[in-house]
């Protein structure tokens, strides 16, 4: 079983920047690819990164490309998503998750633990 805790969340106007944090314990974070997503007002709950066990290969999805980044320090069992240029519509409460394999997932079935969110709000 793995505990999933996110931090970094918070107040921002428009146009700054955060930086979201995840860090796991419990299993061998390592043999896991990762994702980030987000839940709005309202809104159904969306994948806005991933991140494979290593690392190399990632995703965005296209709202947030170009702006978000997805890492990753497996030494430290942390996944970090750095956001820049937000916007209002970035608002929301922001998940950590773990997925089933080693690769890329994009469904939330494929993943298997969740940490407890942390809010993103962004003024305009």
């Known amino acids: 079983q793995v505990q999933l805790v996110e931090s970094g969340g918070g107040l921002v106007q428009a146009g700054g920047s955060l930086r979201l944090s995840c860090t796991a314990s419990?299993?061998?974070?390592?043999?896991?690819?990762m994702g980030w997503f987000r839940q709005a007002p309202g809104k159904e709950r969306e994948l806005v990164a991933a991140?494979?066990?290593?690392?190399?290969?990632?995703y965005y999805a296209d709202s947030v490309k170009e702006r978000f980044t997805i890492v990753r320090d497996n030494f430290k069992s942390t996944v970090y998503l750095r956001m820049y240029s937000l916007k209002p519509e970035d608002t929301g409460v922001y998940y950590c998750?773990?997925?089933?394999?080693?690769?890329?997932?994009?469904?939330?079935?494929?993943?298997?633990?969740w940490g407890q969110g942390t809010q993103v709000t962004v003024s305009s």
């Open positions: 998750a773990q997925n089933r394999g080693i690769g890329l997932q994009y469904r939330e079935v494929d993943f298997a633990s």
């Open positions: 419990g299993r061998t974070f390592s043999s896991y690819g």
């Open positions: 991140i494979s066990h290593t690392g190399v290969n990632t």
